[in-house]
DNA sequence: GTTCGTGCAAACGGTTTGCAACAAT
DNA sequence: ATTGTTGCAAACCGTTTGCACGAAC
């Protein structure tokens, strides 16, 4: 997503763009890093400096909302903190979880194949995802 | 798992067995129903009154640790809460998150087929599962 | 002037921790 | 005696909320 896309994004579904939500609109809808809350505000706040904790909470939970923006909670990290993090990718896609560093990797749909998942019984599933853990090898693309 | 082989199971990972240990593993260990650490409390509770929130917590955190227990955090329940359960059910199987009741079934391994996870470019996957939502239909088993 | 967004600080809820009492070996 | 376990209460941390100010339409 470009730059100059970023507000025609926000009034596209639906949000009043303001200052405060494009910059946080212009990294989180960018990145590709997985960033938790407190994350985003680091970032943001160096752009934003007199940005306040609770609307980047607020504009977070409102992309997420809006459907621009998917949370993910997909476990711990490394260092044992829960994580909550925030994953612009909305196309379907499965997630690798570096074992060594936490870190969140997209993984390509086609990459994986899962089958048998509509022939459930009992179950009727709307949407679903591998999550992998392990070693990511070094030059791994994100 | 049988009453009877609770406290062996606690020795066998290494885990001196005390009252309130027996009677938190012989809840946990023996649901399906991924309990959160608060419903093992007030489940725990109910057979020893006096224990404190603090010891249920300590006591499912050292059950993790050692392994007897695995701690999972799938994401949201219907009413927005954020959640970590525990899971018993240490063989690999995948799991099923009810969008209705927020309820989560374990899905046996052989019922959904993975394939190319051992392919995937870059990443040395030591484990993985797939996670599903949708409606479970009534009657579904657990 | 009404609506909407922001910043601040306080509240919140789940979890962890420090510590003194206690039990087991 | 030493070591490990418990209960209590306070601390903690990420997140949410109430409210008053200010900006936008």
Do not use: C
């Not at 390509?108 to 998942?117: D, F, G, H, I, T």
Request: hydrophobic letters at 40%.
């Amino acid at each position: 997503m470009m730059a100059r896309d970023v507000d025609a994004a926000l009034r596209e579904h639906g949000i009043q763009p303001s200052a405060q939500r494009l910059v946080v609109a212009d990294f989180v809808l960018r990145t590709d890093e997985h960033p938790t809350a407190e994350q985003v505000f680091d970032r943001v706040k160096s752009r934003l400096p007199m940005i306040s904790r609770a609307t980047v909470y607020n504009t977070l939970n409102l992309f997420v909302e809006k459907g621009l923006l998917r949370e993910l909670v997909l476990g711990r990290s490394k260092d044992g903190e829960r994580r909550v993090v925030f994953d612009p990718n909305l196309d379907a896609h499965h997630h690798f979880i570096d074992d060594a560093t936490g870190a969140i990797h997209d993984v390509p749909w086609e990459a994986v194949k899962v089958s048998k998942v509509d022939r459930l019984e009992g179950y009727d599933v709307r949407e679903y995802q591998v999550v992998m853990r392990g070693r990511a090898k070094r030059g791994a693309r994100r």
